[in-house]
């Protein structure tokens, strides 16, 4: 049996039922049990599930995930140590944005698998990074009053202090 | 959903423009084989302050920013916690996150998890200001505990030789007020002027306390730690380089699962009071090598122990009674190596004094190499324990042939073997292959020799009953890459 799954741009992939189990709200569509919650819509089966929210580009690169772990559970819980294979931390890589544009689209498709992977490629790539090089990154701006600066010069001299004390 | 894609693309298209916009600009100046002038900066400000305000707005409604706060803590989580990365301290991570913008910072003061692990050094220095060290432990280190809202806290005390380190622990001890902090993982570094105080404490505070590791220093010499806990809730108990620990109350271990005990031994306090002690330290060597003594009145009183992990020999008391650890899974050994003979001939044998009826998992490690007499004599010494277990690991303990068959035939549940850390011989391969251990189905060979890798593979070649067994039941082969050229891994 094979679905057809229909980006946002209108773009068809045909996949196998193996590999669209693991998209939760294609599985949910296909089976019909969250089919009212309009995730996504199967009107025909002709016309396949519509992802509405999903670009080809990141459609495309998730349904290799899916492809890959068809047959095999993917790591969906544990701890912040957790080490993930190989694979798996190759095909996230480190470009913020699509690790970004990933878990946005495992979130909405209900992959918890692949959003735990994205999960641990932000931290990767965030980790050792200082707060403007963070703010640079990802776009983001300090809104902080004065007063909240000072407040945390203060504390942060004192962390540092204890934390290589002389 | 549409109208924020419509956004975005909108955006997009302005950041596309101001691109052109600015590369125009630089091909206009550049032209002009002049240096770029005053009028070039203010038109070229402009347009990277556009810029700018663009790719803000453009990641304040597809960016990090709109992940759910469910989905931007889970980020943090492993950010701050995972222990890889340089430097590694949570704290460090954690105040990165919290100065990065306002939302973050709520995100970080308002997560009580994220302020549950504390790893407090004392003053290392002579010349510290003590009073200042104070000051700012109780200014910093009281503000992040209430942060932790009555969350069971982890912390770690680091080392000091400082003579005043008991003013700065003293302080740390008086900021955790029972009533109000949890302490559930307690680390503390000791050095002999602190002994008193944190024995005090533990009798004392820390009614809830499951997770206790003591650890002194390596330096000669004998420690004796009198450990008399408030608790009654600890789970793991492990002590490295305390020789002995002397207990007050030996009910207090009664729900103890796990005893990790490096260079350590644990006593009843009547008992070292007696003659334990005593004879422990007349046999000499005890001091140097911090064995571990079996205290049958000790272990007695473990009823729920599930994992024992004791480094050194672990030896048994003249006149000690049997005991039986009827919950205990895990046996851990560990030796340092160097071993002859006649240690082993001294003291009742360990293993016929403490029963283990329901031991699973048996890990036997050297840190050295072993000569094979002794590696025989350990082999021997495991007899009475082999019969339940399913895993037994043997690491830089490689027995003869013969004593390893014996064992492995007691070894009747025996499923799988992990042997390695020397050279494995074709006979000792062909004993792993041995058509007579029909449960044993999982065969590993970590960090071997390459010379026994070769011999592996001759064996895997031939066509005997023991090539196919081996075949059969071989898993995993680590050849160790610094000990014979290049190494290699197969499975």
């Known amino acids: 049996m094979s679905i057809t799954l229909i980006s946002k741009e209108g773009a068809q992939f045909l996949v196998s039922k193996p590999v669209a189990d693991r998209i939760g709200v294609v599985r949910d569509c296909a089976y019909g049990a969250d089919f009212w919650l309009g995730y996504a819509v199967a009107t025909d089966d002709s016309m396949g599930i519509t992802l509405a929210n999903v670009t080809s580009s990141i459609l495309s690169k998730i349904l290799v995930w899916c492809e890959h772990y068809k047959d095999m559970e993917p790591l969906v819980d544990g701890d912040s140590n957790m080490e993930f294979p190989e694979w798996d931390m190759a095909y996230i890589g480190h470009d913020m944005n699509q690790i970004l544009f990933v878990l946005e689209a495992a979130d909405y498709l209900h992959i918890p698998g692949l959003l735990l992977l994205a999960c641990k490629g932000i931290a990767d790539v965030l980790d050792g990074r200082n707060p403007r090089g963070i703010c640079d990154l990802l776009g983001i701006v300090m809104d902080f009053s004065h007063r909240q600066e000072v407040d945390m010069d203060k504390e942060n001299g004192y962390w540092r202090w204890f934390l290589h004390p002389t | ?491």
């Open chain 2, 1 to 491: 959903m549409d109208d924020k894609h419509a956004l975005r693309s909108q955006i997009k298209k302005e950041i596309e423009l101001l691109d052109v916009a600015q590369r125009r600009l630089e091909y206009k100046y550049q032209s002009a084989s002049k240096p770029l002038d005053a009028r070039y900066q203010r038109e070229s400000g402009y347009i990277q302050a556009s810029l700018k305000d663009a790719w803000t707005r453009l990641h304040a409604i597809t960016g990090i920013n709109t992940l759910p706060d469910e989905l931007l803590l889970d980020i943090m989580q492993r950010v701050v916690w995972q222990s890889h990365g340089a430097p590694y301290n949570p704290h460090i991570r954690l105040r990165q996150l919290q100065c990065v913008c306002k939302h973050w910072m709520a995100l970080c003061l308002g997560t009580a998890a994220f302020w549950t692990k504390f790893d407090l050094p004392l003053p290392t220095n002579g010349s510290s200001n003590i009073g200042l060290h104070v000051a700012r432990l109780d200014n910093g280190f009281s503000k992040a505990l209430t942060r932790s809202k009555g969350l069971p806290i982890s912390l770690t005390v680091r080392p000091s030789n400082v003579d005043y380190n008991q003013t700065a622990l003293r302080k740390i001890l008086e900021i955790i007020r029972p009533s109000d902090v949890q302490v559930q993982s307690l680390k503390v570094n000791l050095t002999p002027i602190m002994v008193m105080t944190v024995a005090f404490a533990l009798a004392q505070q820390f009614s809830r306390l499951e997770d206790l590791a003591l650890v002194g220093e390596t330096l000669p010499g004998s420690w004796r730690f009198p450990l008399a806990l408030r608790t009654t809730t600890l789970k793991r108990l492990r002590a490295n380089n305390l020789r002995l620990i002397v207990l007050d109350l030996p009910s207090s271990l009664s729900r103890v699962e796990a005893l990790h005990f490096d260079n350590s031994t644990l006593l009843e306090g009547r008992r070292a009071a007696e003659d334990v002690e005593a004879w422990i330290y007349a046999s000499g060597r005890y001091q140097d090598r911090g064995d571990f003594v079996l205290d049958a009145a000790v272990l007695q009183k473990l009823p729920n122990l599930r994992s024992l992990r004791i480094r050194n020999q672990a030896i048994a008391f003249p006149h000690s009674d049997v005991v039986s650890l009827a919950e205990l899974r895990e046996l851990s050994l560990v030796f340092t190596g160097g071993y002859g003979r006649q240690v082993f001939a001294e003291g009742p044998p360990f293993f016929q004094q403490v029963q283990f009826p329901k031991l699973k998992s048996l890990r036997v490690q050297s840190e050295q190499g072993t000569r094979s007499g002794t590696a025989d004599q350990i082999i021997d010494s495991l007899h009475p324990i082999v019969a339940g277990v399913t895993s037994i690991l043997l690491h830089r303990i490689i027995p003869s042939p013969e004593h390893l068959k014996m064992l492995l035939l007691r070894a009747t549940d025996l499923k799988e073997l992990d042997i390695g850390g020397g050279e494995i011989s074709a006979e000792l391969m062909r004993v792993l292959g041995d058509p007579m251990l029909k449960h044993l189905h999982t065969v590993k060979l970590t960090d071997i020799e390459k010379r026994s890798g070769a011999i592996l593979e001759q064996m895997l070649s031939q066509p005997t009953e023991e090539g196919r067994q081996l075949s059969r039941r071989w898993h995993m082969r680590v050849v160790h890459s610094s000990r014979k050229g290049a190494g290699s891994t197969g499975t």
